[in-house]
């Protein structure tokens, strides 16, 4: 069955939001060219993710770039999440994966954090710290920019909260 449902903003083109059945709260974006989708909506926030969690470890500053440049669903203006963003996606009483039950999203790395532009606690070096979000072990934590590389996770819509950082 395919229902109508659209996010904030609306992807137009040659394709369709496909309710995802395992778990109704998200839907997939189908075209007749990529059938599997590579955006989901999550209809609880209205925010569109990338289907597929990236799976490779860089730097905050190539991780900017990565979103900058994106083209997702045959969409740019993708972005890095807020970390309540990325914790929105979060079951709590799920563990390793801590994603929803059922939940379409692919390549997931369950072995460190994603990148968030949510400015970390304070300490007393001053480093330059974001937050970030390991999807395996349920951890959140403050990032040291300088030295860190972790995942990065690209969405789109809502308005987050990215400070503008020293990168």
Known sequence: MHATIKPIWDIT????WIDHGPNHRF????????????????????LVWQRAAGSA???LQAAVVASTTAVVAGRKGWRLPAIEELLSLVDPTATN?????GSPFVDVQLDYFYWSLTRGLP????????WGYDFGSGNTSSIVVAIAQCYVWLVRGGYGHN?????
């Open 13 to 16: 083109g040659n394709g369709s």
């Open 27 to 46: 839907a997939i974006w189908h075209t007749p060219t990529s059938p599997a989708g590579d955006a989901v909506l999550d209809k609880e926030t209205g």
């Open 57 to 59: 470890k860089t730097s």
């Open 97 to 101: 994966p801590t994603l929803p039950a």
């Open 123 to 130: 300490m007393p070096t001053e480093q330059n710290l974001v």
């Open 163 to 167: 400070y503008v950082l020293t990168i």
